[in-house]
Nanobody
Framework: EVQLQASGGGLVQAGGSLRLSCAAL????????VGWFRQAPGKEREPIAC????????YYSSSMKDRVTISMNNAKNTVWLQMNGLKPDDTATYYC??????????????????????WGQGTLVTVSS
């Protein structure tokens, strides 16, 4: 089990960029798959991107695929989500999640993502038009 802290959200104008951070508090993501998800008001939570501790293994869902990049630092204790070209429809609470029992990012970002073990508290992103 790992404790997660998501940060980096805020208010941005349409077309702008934000970089979200997911920190493993007092631990690392070594052996974990980590993902970013979002939930807009009145909508279901959806996957955005997932990455394994093997940094070259990443998966992007179709929701923001061409506008985001997921990465992990060398210390394996922070995962970033760089978001570009933000739109008002991207307004949502963004969550990171992690699980040490999953091997593949495409599984973590797949239909069973709700089963990921550890979830952060979420960071709010608001995109103004």
């Amino acid at each position: 089990e790992v404790q997660l802290q998501a940060s980096g959200g805020g208010l941005v104008q349409a077309g702008g960029s934000l970089r979200l951070s997911c920190a493993a508090l007092g631990s690392t993501f070594d052996g974990y798959v980590v993902g970013w998800f979002r939930q807009a008001p009145g909508k279901e939570r959806e996957p955005i991107a997932c990455i394994s501790h093997r940094d070259d293994d990443k998966y992007y869902s179709s929701s923001m695929k061409d506008r985001v990049t997921i990465s992990m630092n060398n210390a394996k204790n922070t995962v970033w989500l760089q978001m570009n070209g933000l739109k008002p429809d991207d307004t949502a609470t963004y969550y990171c999640a992690a699980d040490g029992g999953w091997n593949w990012p495409d599984d973590a970002c797949g239909a069973e993502y709700r089963l990921l073990e550890d979830w952060g508290q979420g960071t709010l992103v608001t995109v103004s038009s």
